[in-house]
């Protein structure tokens, strides 16, 4: 498969243009109808790719393991414990050993130096699946779901309700600016982006004349009034399990629940979530944090999250196709 994106690294989506998500997206669609229809895509057959995990991953892991398995590649999990990465090897040296080894290296862990090093070193295509600041294949799938609602993205009115600035928001953020949507934050004060983000957004929306507003608001109402989609993550992301207390105080006015969704005025609201969520006490870990907070719910409401507005599921699914675009596009 010969494109323009050949050799290009996805470390976050600011280092791409309109066109290019474009064609990470009508590429995620095509595999998804292909997939459906039966027919293979064996675009990479015989190719390898590392996929480096210092963070646990239920989608993104799989994801990576389908993907490349629909493009007829294999996939080695390469998980914290099982390389020497960061104990006995540095970055450099493991990023020049398996730049040699593979075609294409996955990273999931704390720092984004890490990924940017990687790719830096190995001298192939390096994909972010996910850091402490971006969550860039996440928000594709993101977006394709909700062109796939709505039929199309320019426009679109999605409030993200949470913690305004973790990797999910930051990625939908730079995401939204080059897809022209109408973008809302509603979160604490505290909690807000970083403002020099929020300039380099509004920027890349200037610099492609997409249209898209950015607005980040401490009014949980004000952000999702007149929504199309509502989105929530978890408000306390992986690595900072110290922070529940100071979290849920000052997030409880951001869950998403009937009252808020009542605020959009829109009866075809959908809502999105990244998953893993808090929405009901079904898991030991979810179950200890509820009942120590004396919460049922957390940042959406079992009701909300098992709706038939709720996509998340569909959400999760295209974390499948939209991945394998973007190997499929790089390699
Ligand atoms: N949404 C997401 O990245 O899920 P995992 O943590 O399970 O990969
Ligand atoms: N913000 C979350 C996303 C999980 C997919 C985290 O980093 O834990």
Same mark, same amino acid.
């Given at each position: 498969?010969?494109?323009?994106? *050949? $050799? ?18 009508? +590429?995620?669609?095509?595999?998804? *109808? ?21 963070? +646990? ?9 389908? $993907?490349? =398995? ?12 099982? %390389? ?9 040296? #493991? ?41 860039? +294949? ?26 305004? =600035? ?47 507003? %950015?607005?980040? +608001? ?24 110290? *922070?529940?207390?100071? =979290? ?34 079904? #898991? ?16 959406? #409401? ?8 709720? *996509? ?20």
């Amino acid at each position: 498969m010969e494109t323009n994106l *050949k $050799g290009r690294s996805l470390l976050t989506l600011k280092d791409f243009t309109p066109a290019e998500i474009r064609q990470f997206l009508d +590429t995620a669609f095509q595999f998804k *109808k292909n997939r459906k229809a039966g027919a293979t895509n064996y675009h990479h057959q015989g190719k390898t790719i590392a996929m480096l995990f210092e963070k +646990t991953s239920t989608r993104t892991r799989c994801a990576f393991a389908i $993907g490349a =398995r629909h493009l007829g590649m294999h996939a080695e999990f390469l998980g914290k414990d099982d %390389i020497q990465l960061g104990k006995k090897e540095s970055v450099e040296d #493991t990023a020049k050993v398996l730049g040699r080894m593979f075609d294409g290296i996955e990273f999931r862990g704390f720092s984004q130096k890490t990924v940017e090093d990687l790719a830096k070193y190995s001298g192939v295509p390096v994909w972010n699946g996910l850091t402490d600041l971006y969550h860039p +294949t996440q928000a594709l799938a993101d977006f394709m779901t909700i062109e796939e609602n709505l039929g199309y993205l320019k426009g679109a009115k999605l409030a993200y309700v949470g913690d305004g =600035r973790n990797n999910v928001a930051n990625s939908l953020m730079i995401a939204s600016a080059l897809m022209g949507l109408d973008f809302r934050i509603g979160t604490a004060e505290s909690l807000f982006p970083d403002p020099a983000l929020v300039e380099e957004a509004k920027a890349l929306a200037a610099k492609y004349d997409t249209g898209a507003t %950015i607005t980040i +608001t401490t009014d949980p109402n004000a952000a999702v009034r007149g929504a199309d989609f509502i989105y929530t993550d978890v408000w306390v992301s992986m690595g900072e399990e110290d *922070k529940f207390a100071e =979290r849920i105080s000052l997030l409880k006015p951001y869950q998403v629940n009937r009252n808020l969704v009542a605020e959009t005025g829109n009866p075809e609201i959908k809502f999105l979530h990244c998953l893993p969520a808090f929405h009901d006490s079904e #898991t030991v870990f979810g179950k200890q944090v509820l009942e120590q907070f004396g919460l049922e719910e957390m940042e959406i #409401t079992d009701e909300v999250f098992r709706s038939p507005h709720s *996509k998340v599921f569909d959400e999760a699914e295209n974390r499948i196709y939209t991945i394998e675009a973007v190997m499929a596009l790089t390699l």
